[in-house]
């Protein structure tokens, strides 16, 4: 019996990876609490409390944080139009530093000294966690088993882990069917690994938040909508069809998903750079994020002065590489976020757009705080503008 080391908090999914450290953990001498982040994945929390119990966890707290996933970091996100290398809308990258907030939360309350994950060594998610608990408790210590010679040596690859697990009685999921590592929040679903790692592989298979494969239903018919926005966070949706509304924060992004999951709204398949210095191949569904991005890029087009819009869009750059990187919690992420929100307290109005065949598609605008003068733009009316003072602007611009 290995001796004593005190209490650790452990990420639990209740996948093959985490319950494998869970029993291992116990082997080397800790006292496993198990966590459990319910951020809208389809689990049964039950069954994944009897396992972690079953498998040696003293305790399990399971928490529900979808609500504040949405509020306090998605909606930050839709603010800045976030957006990863050109494409990737930060899924993953937003649910750590949610789950590492109440992971440490819980070692507080647990007295524990240690936090420990499942996440691997090559890749970003191993720094989101840990960076995000540093930033939170400088203090505590992390165990992260993929990291550890011991660990990794022993667990060359999924066969071996496959093999502990059977020889533990630990009930895995994954099957040849499923050769690819999974990852589910509200946000997003993302597929990586296994048969994925040629980037030559087409996968047909995935399935988004909206519940259906984004791939797969490519269906012909139009859904209208129409997103409400009050300073850049989404307040409503109302679906133009039906006359369906949905106003609060989770209800409407759960709507949005299952509307745009439909109609395939959101698959990408990328090859993008880790923050640790390998490329990595992805596919990411994220029905109602695009959706929302689009929503918000437009109307934020409508309301925002056009110089605070340049310097927003370098903000909002940073402020992506920052999230991706997995400084949430740094006091440069902190101040970007203050500086976006500010940015957008004139961001609102409504958008009418619709979904079609994989793509949102914006089919009009208004807002009471448009910077749009149809007057002065119209190509009937001259309103307040005179056409001569163009001469003069061309011919400065044109000295250089």
Avoid at 54 to 83: C, M, T
Avoid at 113 to 121: D, E, K, M, N, S
Avoid at 334 to 339: G, H, I, K, Q, S
């Amino acid at each position: 019996m290995a001796q004593s080391k005190g209490t650790v908090v452990l990420a639990y999914s209740g996948g093959l990876d985490t319950s494998c450290i869970l029993v291992w953990l116990k082997e080397q001498g800790y006292d496993v609490v198990a966590y459990l982040a319910n951020i809208g994945q389809k689990e049964d929390f039950e069954a994944a409390r009897k396992k972690a119990l079953a498998l040696g966890a003293k305790k399990v707290y399971i928490e529900d944080v979808s609500r504040e996933f949405v509020e306090h970091f998605i909606w930050p996100a839709v603010q800045a139009n976030a957006l990863y290398e050109d494409r990737y809308l930060l899924g993953t990258a937003l649910a750590r530093p949610c789950i590492a907030r109440r992971l440490v939360e819980v070692a507080l309350r647990e007295g524990a000294q240690h936090v420990a994950h499942g996440a691997t060594g090559k890749g970003n998610d191993q720094v989101r966690f840990e960076l995000s608990c540093y930033a939170l408790c400088p203090k505590i210590k992390v165990v992260a088993p993929w990291r550890l010679p011991e660990f990794y040596q022993r667990f060359p690859g999924r066969r071996e882990l496959m093999d502990y697990a059977k020889k533990h009685g630990i009930p895995v999921p994954v099957t040849p069917q499923t050769p690819w590592s999974m990852d589910e929040n509200l946000m997003h679903i993302s597929y990586e690994a296994g048969i994925l790692e040629n980037p030559k592989v087409i996968d047909h298979g995935s399935h988004g938040p909206g519940g259906v494969s984004c791939i797969r239903r490519l269906i012909g018919n139009f859904t209208g909508g129409r997103p409400c926005v009050r300073g850049g966070v989404p307040v409503k949706v109302t679906n133009t069809g039906d006359g369906a509304t949905r106003s609060s924060a989770l209800e409407l992004f759960v709507y949005l998903n299952d509307i745009a999951g439909k109609h395939g709204v959101g698959r990408i398949d990328i090859v993008e750079n880790r923050f640790v210095g390998m490329k990595s191949r992805g596919i990411y569904e994220t029905p109602a994020g695009t959706i929302l991005y689009h929503a918000h890029l437009d109307i934020e087009a409508f309301t925002m002065d056009r110089e605070v819009r340049k310097i927003k869009q370098g903000l909002s750059l940073k402020f992506s590489e920052l999230v991706y990187n997995g400084f949430w919690h740094s006091p440069e992420c902190e101040f970007l976020r203050e500086c976006i929100g500010r940015s957008q307290e004139p961001v609102e109005g409504t958008v009418r757009l619709s979904v079609f065949k994989g793509h949102v598609y914006v089919l009009g605008r208004e807002s009471p705080r448009s910077l749009y003068n149809e007057e002065l733009v119209s190509m009937n009316v001259q309103g307040d503008y005179e056409p001569a003072d163009a001469t003069g602007f061309i011919n400065i611009n044109s000295l250089r």
